[in-house]
C-alpha cells in the first residue's frame, strides 16, 4: 500500500531534549516536505527536500533540522526543543515538483514541556 | 507574498449544499487544491484545479475559479454527514526554482442531520 509514516504518532517531552521524527514514503518519491498545524494558523512549511541530499528551508524553519540520505526517509530534527514548537507536524511526499499530489502523513503530536 | 485566505466556518443541513471559498494573492499559482482533514487525520487530496481552468466537477464536487479575482471555490452537492471535517485550500507556487504549496487556515465544515 502506497503511503507516508510518521513515527513517533504522539510524543512529550521536555524543553531541550532533542528528539527526532521519522518519516518514511515508499512511492519512491523526489519531493518530501514537513509542516506543522497550529490552531488559526492552518499548515505551514518548515522545510522541503527535492530529492536525496537536497534540502531547503520553508516558511518556519528555526529551531528544525531536516537530512535526506536516502529517498525513501525524510527525518525531522528538534536539536533544543522549546514548548512553542507544541504542535502537530505532518510529512508529506510528491513524485516531482509541488505541482503533482501530495500525499500526507498521519501526523505527530508534539508536546514540549 | 503568497496570502490563502478562507472563513473559519461554514454550518449546514444535510442533503443541501455547501459552498466554501477561499481567495489567494499570487498570481503565479499555477495549481489550486482543496484538502479534506478528518479529527486525527491526516490531509486527504480532495480535488485540484489548473490555474488556467474555470471550472472542475468530480462528483459531488465542484471547483469553480476566478482567477482574475483570484477567488477560489469548492462546492459540495447533497452533504452529508460524513462530509464534515476541516477543508484547506492550497496554492502551488513556483518559488526558488520549485513548488510549494501555501495553506489557507481551514474552514471547518459542520454537517447537522
Not at chain 2, 485566505?5 to 503565479?28: A, M
Not at chain 2, 480535488?47 to 462546492?75: A, C, E, G, P, W
Amino acid at each position: 500500500e502506497a503511503q507516508v509514516t510518521q513515527n513517533p504518532r504522539y510524543l512529550i517531552t521536555v524543553t531541550g531534549k532533542k528528539l527526532t521524527v521519522t518519516c518514511s514514503q515508499n512511492m519512491n518519491h523526489e519531493y518530501m516536505s514537513w509542516y506543522r498545524q497550529d490552531p488559526g494558523l492552518g499548515l505551514r512549511q518548515i522545510y522541503y527536500s527535492m530529492n536525496v541530499e537536497v534540502t531547503d528551508k520553508g516558511d518556519v524553519p528555526e529551531g528544525y533540522k531536516v537530512s535526506r540520505k536516502e529517498k525513501r526517509n525524510f527525518p525531522l530534527i528538534l536539536e533544543s526543543p522549546s514548548p512553542n514548537q507544541t504542535s502537530l507536524y505532518f510529512c508529506a511526499s510528491s513524485l516531482e515538483r509541488g505541482t503533482d499530489t501530495q500525499y500526507f502523513g498521519p501526523g505527530t503530536r508534539l508536546t514540549v514541556l | 507574498g503568497e496570502d490563502v485566505e478562507q472563513s473559519l466556518f461554514l454550518s449546514v443541513r444535510e442533503g443541501d449544499s455547501s459552498v466554501i471559498n477561499c481567495t489567494y494573492t499570487d498570481s503565479s499559482s499555477t495549481y489550486l487544491y482543496w484538502y479534506k482533514q478528518e479529527p486525527g487525520a491526516g490531509l486527504q487530496l480532495l480535488t485540484y484545479i489548473f490555474s488556467n481552468m474555470d471550472m472542475k466537477q468530480d462528483q459531488r464536487l465542484t471547483v469553480l475559479l476566478n482567477k482574475k479575482d483570484k477567488h477560489l471555490s469548492l462546492r459540495i452537492a447533497d452533504t452529508q454527514t460524513g462530509d464534515s471535517a476541516i477543508y484547506f485550500c492550497a496554492e502551488s507556487t513556483p518559488r526558488r526554482g520549485y513548488s510549494t504549496l501555501t495553506f489557507g487556515k481551514g474552514t471547518m465544515l459542520l454537517v447537522s442531520p
